[in-house]
């Protein structure tokens, strides 16, 4: 499937979580191809596609149905095993522990700290690889609320990062970049 990589990893930094991720990008091309007949031949596919998947998602966050409902097998006589995944995610990569490995807690617990618009355009430009026109389509939003919320992001996360590149011998500055 076209984008599943792009779109499971987006989604995944969207959620936060890998079951969450999975079922939003499912859900996202069940949408995809059942409004098919609604994609203009000749346009952005990609900003189409990511723009259901935000619509999604931010409908998902807001009905009280979705949200997730515990349950305690520990009273039951047999309790119900995990069956495992059949198969990894997004072609068999392990996006959850690939992204573990890669991006350390300091970075992750910056990027939670973003406002949610921040973090939403910051991951389409970066994981998402889209063009700031595309983002600009996928939120239905001017392109310089895109340009001023991507500078505001990456200024934010400049700022809370600083001490930790400095660390690690990254800035030789004694003061943040304005």
Request: aromatic share 12%.
């Given at each position: 499937m076209p984008l599943a990589e792009i779109l499971y990893a987006t989604a995944y930094?969207?959620?936060g979580n890998s079951a969450k991720a999975e079922?939003?990008?499912?859900?996202?091309?069940v949408r995809a191809w059942k409004n098919?007949?609604?994609f203009e031949a000749g346009t952005n596919f990609k900003?189409?596609?990511f723009k259901i998947m935000i619509f999604v998602n931010r409908n998902d966050r807001r009905n009280p149905r979705q949200r997730e409902v515990t349950v305690d097998f520990s009273g039951e006589e047999h309790p119900v095993e995990a069956a495992a995944p059949a198969e990894?995610?997004?072609a068999g990569v392990n996006w959850e522990g690939l992204y573990g490995e890669l991006v350390e807690d300091e970075f992750k617990r910056a990027l939670d700290r973003l406002d949610e618009d921040q973090r939403?355009?910051?991951m389409l430009v970066t994981l998402g690889e889209l063009s700031y026109q595309e983002v600009a389509e996928s939120l239905g939003v001017p392109i310089g609320t895109v340009m001023s919320r991507l500078f505001r992001a990456r200024k934010r996360l400049q700022e809370d990062l600083y001490?930790?590149?400095?660390?690690?011998?990254?800035?030789?500055n004694k003061?943040?970049?304005a």
């Open positions: 930094r969207m959620t079922d939003l990008v499912q859900e996202t091309f098919f007949d609604r900003a189409w596609i990894a995610p997004a939403t355009v910051l001490d930790y590149a400095k660390e690690r011998g990254l800035v030789k003061e943040p970049l």
